[in-house]
């Protein structure tokens, strides 16, 4: 008789976390377990803003998958998802169809530009590994760009990141240290770029308490950058963004959004049923329609019944619900009941920089300044720990002095 398979789509934390849980959980005879993700690596999605800025390099935030995924045990597929035909339990890849008999869908986050005009066409977006590269490859030119030029355009040196929530505001924390290097390579005076956040909400980063912003804010400002809050941007040209209700034009050679994220298209193309661009899951993180499908991460909405709200996507979400489908995955090979997923908050940190930030950990006990960043570190340094041991933390793990 042939072995059940199970497809997990996305190798991010949590299709990752779900396929190493898989192979430690299950018996080889049990199942076959087949990972399927666009590249031959795992990226750290949450280092994403220093690629893009050029703070690391690439390499230290991507690890081969065969170094961390057994492949005697899991078939890796390198391949593009294209669809999931769910009634016929098929998943269509560039290259090749899959069958399966328990899919777990996890192919992350893309951004949301919210249908602004010109958005997608015009401002660059921190999406995944190749996209991050782009913005720091883009950012660079612009400056080696004016400096080869005869009459070069003053704006060419701005950098526009469109929303200062967590990922605006982390970037721009990175920028303040990248763009200073950036005008000593290139012998230009420093005070000719400028970094401006722009911002719809009244406040930056609102999750976090007051005194909290209010450190954020004064310390970024302190380093040059520009916020324009309550801001709102209707609309992307090339020059840069349209802003407010005067319709000012901030111009820019650098321009990002980072307004917002929505799950894979992917999920729309297969005709799930979307909820501001991600799927509703039951607490055992299957479809209600589709028992065979666990739907995960940055894909589904899971509810936090204490706030009557859905958690915000989170890597460390992903990771816990990536082990609880893995745990519910095995107990349905042996028709066992499922249990339901329970978070478990570790808290939040935002980075400003190396060695600045702030954060909210063990039930509100807030952080700022130093103290913050090396947390921040600690939190990326376990993800590499977990995932490689001491020998990939070595070797890739953040160990900046203060
Ligand atoms: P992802 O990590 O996005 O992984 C999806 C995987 O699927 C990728 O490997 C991708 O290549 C692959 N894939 C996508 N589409 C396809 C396709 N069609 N075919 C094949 N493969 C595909 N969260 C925190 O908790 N803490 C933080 O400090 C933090 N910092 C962040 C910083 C930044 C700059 C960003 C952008 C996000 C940050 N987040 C943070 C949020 C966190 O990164 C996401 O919530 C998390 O990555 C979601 O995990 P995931 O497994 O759902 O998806
Ligand atoms: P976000 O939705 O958290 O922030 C987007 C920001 O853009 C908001 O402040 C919003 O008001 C603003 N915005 C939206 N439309 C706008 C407009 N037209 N004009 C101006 N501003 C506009 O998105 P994000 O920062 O990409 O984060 C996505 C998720 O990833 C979050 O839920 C977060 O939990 C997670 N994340 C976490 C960390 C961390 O824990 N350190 C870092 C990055 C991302």
Redesign the pocket.
């Known amino acids: 008789m042939s072995k059940p398979k199970i497809v997990v789509?996305?190798?991010?934390?949590?299709?990752?976390?779900t396929t190493r849980r898989l192979t430690q959980k299950l018996m080889p005879e049990e199942a076959d377990i087949v990972l399927?993700?666009?590249?031959n690596?795992?990226?750290?999605?949450?280092?994403?803003?220093?690629v893009?800025a050029g703070t690391i390099n690439h390499n230290q935030a991507r690890v081969m998958l065969s170094d961390v995924v057994n492949p005697r045990r899991v078939d890796l597929i390198y391949?593009?998802?294209?669809e999931v035909k769910k009634d016929e339990n098929t998943v269509v890849?560039?290259n090749s169809e899959l069958t399966y008999d328990y899919l777990v869908f996890?192919?992350?986050?893309?951004s949301n530009d919210f249908g602004i005009k010109g958005m997608g066409e015009n401002a660059l977006a921190?999406?995944?590994?190749d996209s991050?590269r782009f913005i720091n490859e883009h950012m660079e030119y612009q400056f080696a760009k004016y400096k080869n030029e005869e009459n070069p355009e003053e704006h060419s040196l701005n950098i526009l990141v469109g929303g200062a929530g967590?990922?605006g505001v982390?970037?721009v924390g990175e920028l303040v240290e990248r763009v200073p290097q950036l005008c000593n390579k290139y012998d230009i005076d420093p005070g000719k770029a400028h970094i401006i956040n722009v911002e719809a909400a009244p406040s930056i980063l609102p999750m976090f308490d007051e005194d909290l912003v209010e450190y954020a804010k004064k310390s970024l400002e302190d380093r040059g950058v520009e916020f324009r809050i309550g801001a709102p941007i209707s609309e992307c040209i090339p020059e840069g963004f349209v802003v407010g209700e005067d319709e000012e034009l901030i111009k820019a050679g650098t321009i990002v959004w980072?307004g917002g994220?929505k799950?894979?298209?992917?999920l729309e193309k297969s005709g799930f049923e979307l909820t501001k661009g991600k799927v509703n899951v039951q607490p055992d993180l299957r479809l209600e329609a589709e028992e065979n499908i666990f739907v995960?991460?940055?894909?589904s909405w899971v509810w936090n019944h204490e706030e009557d709200q859905p958690y915000?996507?989170?890597?460390?979400?992903?990771?816990q619900?990536?082990d609880v489908t893995a745990r519910n995955v095995k107990a349905l090979l042996r028709n066992d009941p499922t249990d339901d997923f329970v978070f478990n908050d570790k808290g939040?940190?935002?980075?400003l920089g190396m060695t600045d930030g702030i954060g909210s950990v063990f039930n509100n006990y807030k952080l700022q300044g130093k103290s913050a960043a090396a947390m921040?570190k600690v939190?990326?340094n376990q993800s590499l720990f977990m995932l490689g041991g001491p020998k990939l933390l070595l070797k890739k793990g953040k160990v900046r002095p203060f």
Request: charged share 20%; hydrophobic share 40%.
């Open positions: 789509l996305g190798a991010g934390y949590a299709g990752l976390a399927v993700n666009k590249h690596y795992h990226y750290e999605s949450t280092w994403l803003h220093e893009a391949d593009i998802v294209v890849l560039e996890a192919l992350g986050f893309e921190i999406e995944d590994m991050s967590f990922t982390e970037l980072t994220v799950g894979s298209s992917v995960l991460g940055d894909c915000p996507p989170t890597a460390q979400l992903a990771v619900e990536g939040t940190v935002a980075s921040k939190v990326d």
